[in-house]
């Protein structure tokens, strides 16, 4: 009886939360891309970005990436999903916390925001990946408002995933969806090493 009356009870929630999920979902009919943002001190705001571009890859959508500030260690996304046909441009100059010289930072993140540009004005890009880019603003490495432009501008169809801590509030405001992501535990400060697979 009492089992009974439990399973009854279950039944009627979950009726009433699809209720509320099949309104919700009827509600939602606009169609077009989307900008992404992946932000906070946690760990997973690129593994997050690349595994939307691996699901976009699957639907035989067209995906451009930018990674503002890798370089010097061949990663593992870019092992995987170049040749799949992404196209992959890649600051050349390592993180930038290790690099000393502003001037030659600067010139290698315009190159690769030229090339970002560039995608963000084509419609065959279904996706846009800009990994890191949060630094680039926070730096003055490249010019907000032509950032914002840029993406504001592109294609209706076309999606955007902006990674990176700190991200600049009017890029915020101008995403449709933000997470942050925040550090509960992190391996690296009990000492574990960054691992091939894992880190990168
Ligand atoms: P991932 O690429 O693993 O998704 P992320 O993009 O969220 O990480 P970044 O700030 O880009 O994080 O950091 C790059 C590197 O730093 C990665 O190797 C990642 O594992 C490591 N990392 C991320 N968050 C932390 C943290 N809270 N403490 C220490 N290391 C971190
Ligand atoms: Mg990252």
């Known amino acids: 009886m009492e089992a009974q009356?439990?399973?009854?009870?279950?039944?009627q929630r979950q009726q009433k939360l699809k209720e509320q999920v099949d309104t919700r979902v009827a509600a939602a009919t606009e169609q077009k891309g989307i900008?992404?943002?992946?932000t906070g001190n946690g760990k997973g705001k690129s593994t997050a970005a690349f595994g939307t571009a691996t699901r976009a890859?699957?639907?035989?959508?067209?995906?451009?990436?930018?990674?503002?500030?890798?370089?010097?260690?061949?990663n593992?996304?870019?092992?995987?999903?170049h040749p799949l046909g992404v196209e992959f441009h890649i600051m050349?100059?390592?993180?930038?916390?290790?690099?000393?010289?502003?001037?030659?930072?600067?010139?290698?993140a315009t190159e690769v925001w030229q090339e970002s540009?560039?995608?963000?004005?084509d419609a065959r890009y279904d996706l846009v990946v800009l990994d890191e880019l949060t630094y680039m603003l926070a730096y003055h490495y490249l010019d907000t408002q032509e950032v914002i432009d840029a993406i504001t501008n592109r294609p209706s169809?076309?999606?955007?995933?902006?990674?990176?801590r700190g991200c600049h509030a009017r890029l915020l405001e101008l995403a449709d969806t933000v997470s942050e992501l925040r550090p509960v535990k992190h391996a690296f400060?009990?000492?574990?090493?960054?691992?091939?697979?894992?880190?990168?």
């Open 117 to 121: 540009k560039r995608m963000l004005a």
């Open 35 to 38: 900008l992404i943002i992946f």
């Open 5 to 11: 009356s439990n399973a009854e009870r279950h039944r």
């Open 92 to 108: 050349g100059t390592g993180f930038t916390w290790e690099t000393q010289n502003r001037e030659t930072d600067i010139q290698a």
């Open 76 to 81: 593992g996304e870019y092992n995987t999903l």
């Open 189 to 200: 400060d009990s000492g574990i090493q960054a691992q091939a697979g894992i880190d990168w």
């Open 157 to 164: 169809q076309q999606s955007v995933i902006v990674t990176g």
């Open 57 to 74: 890859i699957g639907h035989g959508k067209t995906v451009g990436v930018a990674q503002f500030i890798k370089g010097q260690w061949d």
